[in-house]
């Protein structure tokens, strides 16, 4: 499946700024089954530093330096991306058993932005938390294949939670979007991430989005006009990493479109930044991910 996206951020402050610095996320990582081509950032006005680099996981960075005074910052990402079917991973093998899996993972010895170790381990956000780790025990168990148990994670936050954007916000920990039952995508992916990592699955953050419009007569994502989160499990040296979305209760397929991986939001984050002084700042976003194919 072949698609056209679009993503314009617009940030406004209430008096002008300077000395600012960004790091923007918004160029596709490389990713298997994913093809993206024609990628253009566009940031008014001009930066006066700019910077490309690969991130510390499996990110983009785009990092930029604002000397002038600005009262508006305007970030444009488009490229088109194609992504084939998952083919025989998503009916294929259940993998090896929670308990094998764990020990696969803790036997591995490379560091790369692919390896489990990265992920295995608590990070800033996703922090151990005693709660979510009792309610996984009660859903995952040892000897149940790691499909299975992504896929039991998985359907309890989407049978257990609520979507309510207003319930939670972008820093809102995980542990209280689960006390609360409610929150976003981001705070689902984060609960799961914490519940896999409890069970000894190595689970990441995955940043990327939705297709805007669905095929007739399927029911539309939740989630479709933003950046979306769900979580890649680490499912063994012959599955590798499979994307579960917690928020539509499915396997991450053609209409996922990957961004970014990292431990969590934090390392994925689309734009963050500090600037020198003090004043409000309001951000407007549109995200359009439109197919090009008619299927």
Not at 28 to 51: C, E, F, I, K, Y
Not at 222 to 236: P, S
Not at 264 to 289: E, K
């Amino acid at each position: 499946m072949r698609y056209a996206v679009s993503h314009l951020t617009t940030l406004k402050y209430a008096s002008p700024l300077a000395q600012a610095r960004f790091n923007i996320r918004l160029k596709p990582a490389p990713w298997p089954g994913q093809t993206v081509s024609g990628h253009v950032l566009t940031v008014d006005p001009l930066p006066w530093v700019r910077t490309d680099t690969p991130g510390a996981y499996l990110v983009n960075e785009t990092r930029i330096t604002i000397e002038q005074p600005i009262v508006q910052l305007r970030i444009e990402s488009r490229f088109t991306a194609e992504v084939a079917p998952p083919g025989d991973r998503a009916a294929g093998p259940a993998g090896p058993s929670v308990g094998e899996l764990r020990s696969m993972a803790l036997a591995r010895r490379d560091l790369t932005a692919t390896s489990p170790a990265s992920y295995f381990f608590a990070s800033p956000i996703a922090k151990p938390v005693p709660d979510i780790a009792r309610w996984a025990a009660g859903i995952v168990r040892d000897t149940m294949p790691v499909i299975d148990a992504g896929r039991a994670l998985m359907s309890a936050i989407h049978g257990q939670f609520a979507f309510d954007g207003a319930a939670t916000l972008p820093d809102t920990p995980p542990d209280e979007a689960f006390a609360k039952r409610r929150g976003v995508c981001q705070d689902f992916a984060h609960v799961m991430v914490v519940a896999a990592r409890a069970c000894g699955i190595p689970a990441a953050y995955v940043s990327g989005y939705l297709r805007t419009l669905p095929p007739p007569g399927q029911q539309r994502l939740v989630g479709a006009d933003a950046m979306h989160a769900w979580v890649n499990l680490w499912c063994g040296e012959e599955l590798g990493w499979i994307g579960f979305d917690p928020t539509n209760d499915m396997r991450a397929g053609t209409d996922h479109i990957f961004i970014a991986m990292g431990r969590d939001y934090g390392d994925v984050a689309p734009i963050d930044g500090v600037f020198r002084g003090s004043t409000r700042q309001a951000m407007f976003f549109s995200v359009d991910v439109a197919p090009l194919d008619s299927a």
